[in-house]
């Protein structure tokens, strides 16, 4: 008992140690600066760049800034080939490895979260403009999960194969687990489909396997994988709550917290429905 209890004590500690890395990282890079700070993910912040400039770009109708805007996006865009990944999302990825990440990842969140209220709220050496200017700026566990999803499909150095094996591996056991994954980036407006379908393909076949078991060879296809169930509704009417008590799902809610995007969630039923043994719940941003 006792050399259990020693063990308990010492993946605490470890997992204390994982996060801590985190967020004296992020407290390092904004001491400084005394603001919110992205620049830490290196992929996520040369992303943001790039969806800013695409967006405006679409909506420009002087075709000289156009061109402009345009030729500014594919040199943003060949930067990803070159961009180095950071150690943060190395931490992140050691997160989501471990058996207890649900619970690592809240406890990052939390940690997040004050960090956030420190920098824009109670830091006295904010200005009031500063406040203003970045009150949409949040560290939030959905960054870091950009930054990693970023790094996976740009950075092929043979050196990293072991880490985008991994990261594959992980995000796969995190959506069959039943916790929620981003499928909108509500930041950013950035659809993440084809990212999240190569990582979920092993998902996929996995499941059609189980199915072609019990049902005694006969075949299936991706098309009869999932049933996919949605909700819509006004900001902040317990939609998110609904559907977490609905099926079980493991969207985050909390006092004054609202989706932005679209977000995901793998229900398993007790039973095949219409030859499919999983939903995928949608959790829409507010109308």
Not at 130 to 159: C, G, P, V
């Amino acid at each position: 008992l006792h050399d259990l209890d020693c063990n308990c004590l010492k993946e605490i500690q470890s997992d204390r140690e994982l996060i801590d890395r985190i967020t004296n990282h992020i407290y390092q890079v904004t001491q400084s600066s005394p603001r919110i700070d992205f620049s830490f993910l290196n992929y996520y912040t040369n992303f943001v760049e790039y969806m800013s400039c695409y967006h405006k770009a679409a909506y420009e109708t002087d075709q000289n800034i156009t061109d402009e805007l345009n030729a500014k996006c594919s040199k943003l865009h060949e930067q990803f080939e070159t961009i180095h990944m950071g150690e943060v999302v190395l931490h992140f990825n050691q997160i989501i490895d471990k058996s207890n990440s649900t619970l690592l990842m809240w406890k990052l969140s939390k940690e997040l979260s004050v960090l956030t209220k420190y920098l824009i709220n109670d830091n006295p050496q904010i200005m009031p403009e500063q406040i203003k200017e970045q009150k949409n700026d949040k560290y939030t566990i959905e960054i870091f999960w950009r930054e990693a999803l970023l790094s996976y499909k740009y950075n092929d150095n043979s050196r990293n194969k072991k880490y985008k094996n991994t990261f594959a591996r992980n995000y796969s056991n995190h959506v069959e687990s039943g916790e929620a994954f981003e499928l909108i980036d509500g930041d950013n407006l950035r659809f993440f489909s084809k990212d999240i379908n190569g990582l979920l393909k092993e998902l996929y076949q996995k499941q059609l396997v189980e199915m072609e078991n019990k049902t005694k060879g006969m075949k299936f296809s991706m098309k009869q994988a999932p049933i996919v169930v949605s909700i819509f509704g006004p900001q902040g009417s317990g939609k998110s709550t609904l559907l977490n008590y609905c099926f079980g799902c493991k969207f985050l809610t909390s006092s004054g917290r609202c989706t932005k995007g679209i977000y995901g969630s793998m229900s398993k039923l007790s039973r095949p429905v219409n030859l499919t043994e999983h939903f995928l719940i949608l959790d829409t941003e507010g109308l």
